[in-house]
């Protein structure tokens, strides 16, 4: 079955700074890979996805890369600020069907 | 639009007894699933609907562990009984199928405290 490993476990970035989150993951055939966030007590929510058939997607100041060879993709996210600290999850699902499997999880602190 | 609905929030239990979870999914989506999360840990599937149909459910614990789906709308996840190992979030999501990119919506989770 898939695995997806993120890392790292916990990130520490000033205000303004910008943060990158990196995930691996070991089903060749995997081609939907979305990231969620999940603030203390609440429900994840998806912020951004990326499709194999497409290396980068950007949202405002979120960024999602995909090395379909190596097997790996990365979340950026520029100029932090508080409101971004939270616990960031990166998952991965193929064509069997829309079977995420999901990292451990970042948590996030942007300080002031 | 309506998100995910679960209930109740927060459960404190007993070992040995049951507890049950109720999702009311996002209007229209055929497709339900149950998750568990540790903390500090990503979700893990633990069973998955289209309709009525369990499609996928080799994660659960079938010993203790049992969930259905009638009329293909609302769910329950039911645990008898329950250990101390059970404590964890459970998380309901839906989307409108699956197909790979369907996005799944999550519930806020039912918090299962076991003493």
């Known amino acids: 079955g898939e695995n997806v490993e993120q890392h790292p476990s916990t990130l520490s970035v000033q205000e303004g700074d910008s943060a990158v989150i990196k995930c691996t993951y070991s089903?060749?055939?995997?081609?939907?890979f979305p990231w969620y966030k999940q603030e203390l007590g609440k429900r994840p929510q998806l912020i951004i996805d990326?499709?194999?058939?497409?290396g980068e997607k950007k949202d405002q100041r979120i960024a999602v890369t995909l090395n379909k060879t190596a097997k790996h993709f990365s979340l950026h996210i520029t100029e932090t600020q508080p409101e971004d600290s939270a616990v960031y999850f990166c998952a991965a699902t193929n064509n069997a069907g829309n079977m995420l499997t999901f990292g451990g999880g970042t948590r996030l602190m942007v300080k002031p | 639009e309506a998100g995910v609905v679960q209930s109740p929030r927060y459960k404190i239990i007993e070992k040995k007894q049951p507890v049950a979870f109720w999702c009311n999914p996002i209007?229209?989506?055929?497709?339900l699933y149950w998750y568990l999360q540790n903390l500090g840990q990503g979700p893990e599937l633990l069973i998955r609907?289209?309709?009525?149909?369990?499609?996928?459910d080799s994660q659960l614990p079938k010993d203790r562990f049992s969930a259905e789906r009638l009329k293909g709308v609302d769910s329950t996840l039911k645990i008898q009984p329950a250990e101390l190992g059970d404590s964890a979030v459970y998380l309901c999501a839906s989307s409108l199928g699956t197909a790979p990119g369907e996005t799944q919506y999550f519930g806020p989770g039912t918090r299962l405290l076991v003493l």
């Open positions: 209007s229209g989506h055929n497709t």
């Open positions: 089903d060749s055939a995997s081609n939907y």
């Open positions: 609907y289209e309709n009525e149909e369990a499609v996928d």
């Open positions: 990326i499709r194999s058939n497409v």
